[in-house]
C-alpha cells in the first residue's frame, strides 16, 4: 500500500501545473457569459450567509452564543462545512462526467478531486473574507490565534479530499454513490452543530456528537477566530481527528489507486 500511495502522489506533484491550470479554467467557465462575472463568487455565499442568518436569527429569535454575535459564530461553523459539502458532492460525479479524457487517454485521473479542491479554495477564501468583514464590524480584536485558521484549513482539505478520492472512484462502479453522498451530506448537516449549539445536547450525546470529524474542524475554526483557543488545548481530540484522517485519506488514495485501470472499462 505504501508504494501505491507513493506513486500516487509523485504523479500528482509532476501534473500540478495541469491541475492549476485545468482549475483556472474551471473557475473561469462557471461565470463564462455572465453580466457579473467573478462576483458571482462573493454573491452566493453572502446571500448564504444572509438568508440563514435571517431565518435562525430574526424569525427563530437565535441568541447571541457566548456573547459572539450569531452571525458571526453562524459564519464560522458554516465556512469549513461549505467547502467539506461541495467538495464531496461534486467529486462524487466528476470521473463519470470527464468519460472523455478517461476513456481516449491516459489521463491522469487522479487530479479531478485535486482540481474540485483548488476551485472550492476559492469560494473559501471569499468565505474568509467576509467572515474578517463580520468580525471588524462587531468590534472583535484580531488575535494570533487567527492563523490557525491555516492548521484547521489543512485538516479539512486533506480530510476531504480522501473522501473524495474514494467517492469518485466508486461511483464509478455504482452510481449510487453519488446520491448516498448527496443524502449523507444533508444529514451531516443538521446533525453536525453548525446552526445549534453542541452544549444543548445530554452529556452522553455530546460524546458521540464529537466523534464526528467535521465537529473538530468546524470548532476549530470558531476556537480560532471567536474563542481564541489553541487545538493544543484539546490533545485527544486532536489525536483522534488525526488518526481517522489519517485512516480516511490513505483508504480514499487505495481505492482509487485499485480501481483506476478499470475506469475506461467501465465508463
Known sequence: MAKEIFVFFQLLFTRRQLTLSMARREIASQYAGSFLG????????????????????????????????????????????????????????????????????????????????????????????????????????????????????????????????????????????????????????WVTPIFWDLHIMPPNIQMLLKLNPMYYIIQGYRDSFIYGVGFWQHPYQTLYFWIVCSFSFCIGVYVFQYLRPQFADVL
Not at 489521463?107 to 482540481?115: H, K, S
Request: charged letters at 5%; aromatic letters at 20%.
Open 38 to 189: 467573478g462576483a458571482w463568487t462573493f454573491i452566493h455565499p453572502l446571500v448564504l450567509i444572509a438568508v440563514f442568518w435571517f431565518v435562525f436569527s430574526v424569525g427563530f429569535k437565535a441568541k447571541p452564543m457566548n456573547d459572539v454575535p450569531f452571525v458571526v459564530w453562524l459564519t464560522a461553523g458554516m465556512m469549513p462545512w461549505f467547502f467539506f459539502a461541495d467538495l464531496l458532492t461534486t467529486s462524487a460525479g466528476v470521473i463519470v462526467a470527464h468519460t472523455n479524457l478517461i476513456k481516449k487517454t491516459l489521463f491522469p485521473a487522479q487530479i479531478f478531486p485535486l482540481i474540485r479542491l483548488v476551485v472550492g479554495l476559492v469560494t473559501h477564501c471569499v468565505f474568509l473574507v467576509l467572515l474578517l468583514i463580520l468580525l471588524l464590524f462587531q468590534h472583535i480584536p484580531f488575535t494570533l490565534y487567527f492563523f490557525q485558521f491555516f492548521y484547521y484549513s489543512i485538516c479539512l482539505c486533506i480530510f476531504a479530499l480522501g473522501l473524495s478520492w474514494a467517492v469518485s472512484a466508486l461511483n464509478v462502479f455504482i452510481r449510487d454513490v453519488a446520491h448516498i453522498v448527496g443524502v449523507i451530506v444533508q444529514v451531516g448537516f
